[in-house]
C-alpha cells in the first residue's frame, strides 16, 4: 500500500500541474490551434514548470537549503515557492498572449495566486498541501473548460475526482500533512481558479 501510494504523489506532484492543465486545455478545446503553435506554448511550460524546477531544487539540496523532495520543514518550502512564482510569472508575460489563450493566460494567474496564498500562510507556520492545492486547480479549471466550450467530460471529471482522493489519502498515510492541511490546499487551489473564471468565462 505504501509504494502505491507514494507512486500516486509522484504521479500528481504539483509541478506536473501547469502541464497538465496546458495539455488539457488544447485537448478540449474545439478552437482549431496549429501545431506549431500548440508547440510554442507546451514546449516552454514544459520546460519552465517541470525541468527548471526539477534542476533548482537539486541545486538547493547541493546548498543544503532543501534535505528531501518532501520539503518537510516550513522554511524549506520557501525557496521553492519563491522559484514557482517567478517562473509562472515568466510564462504569463513571455509565453502565454493574454489576446490569444485567455482561459490558459487565468488558469496560471489563479496559479500564482494560489502559490502566493500558500507562500504567505508558511510566514503563518501553517504549511498546506502543495499537491492537493495542484488538484483543486485542475480540477476547478476543468470544470470551468467543460461549462465555457459546452463539452462533456463527466467521466474525466470522475476519474480526476477518484485521483484527487488517492493523492489525499498519500499525504495523510505517508503523514506528508495533516487533514486541515490537504483541506486547506485543496480549497487554495480551487477558489483561485474559481475567483479567476469571471475574467474569461
Avoid: C
Amino acid at each position: 500500500m505504501r509504494i502505491f501510494l507514494q507512486f500516486i504523489s509522484y504521479l500528481f506532484h504539483p509541478i506536473l500541474i501547469p502541464i497538465a492543465g496546458t495539455l488539457a486545455y488544447f485537448l478540449i478545446t474545439p478552437r482549431f490551434s496549429p501545431d506549431e503553435f500548440q508547440s510554442g506554448n507546451i514546449l516552454p511550460i514544459f520546460i519552465l514548470t517541470v525541468v527548471i524546477p526539477i534542476i533548482s531544487f537539486l541545486i538547493l539540496k547541493n546548498l543544503g537549503l532543501v534535505s528531501s523532495i518532501s520539503l518537510i520543514e516550513i522554511k524549506e518550502r520557501k525557496y521553492p515557492y519563491y522559484i514557482n512564482i517567478a517562473l509562472l510569472f515568466m510564462i504569463i508575460y513571455k509565453v502565454i498572449p493574454n489576446n490569444f489563450t485567455a482561459e490558459l493566460y487565468y488558469f496560471f494567474i489563479g496559479l500564482i495566486a494560489a502559490t502566493f496564498t500558500s507562500l504567505l500562510l508558511l510566514f503563518l507556520n501553517f504549511k498546506s498541501s502543495m499537491h492537493l492545492m495542484g488538484m483543486g486547480s485542475l480540477f476547478m479549471f476543468l470544470v470551468s473548460l467543460s461549462v465555457h466550450f459546452e463539452i462533456n467530460i463527466i467521466i474525466a471529471l470522475s476519474l480526476f475526482i477518484l485521483a484527487t482522493g488517492l493523492v489525499a489519502t498519500s499525504r495523510l498515510y505517508l503523514r506528508a500533512h495533516q487533514k486541515s492541511e490537504v483541506i486547506f490546499g485543496f480549497l487554495i487551489g480551487f477558489f483561485s481558479q474559481l475567483l479567476t473564471i469571471k475574467f474569461w468565462l
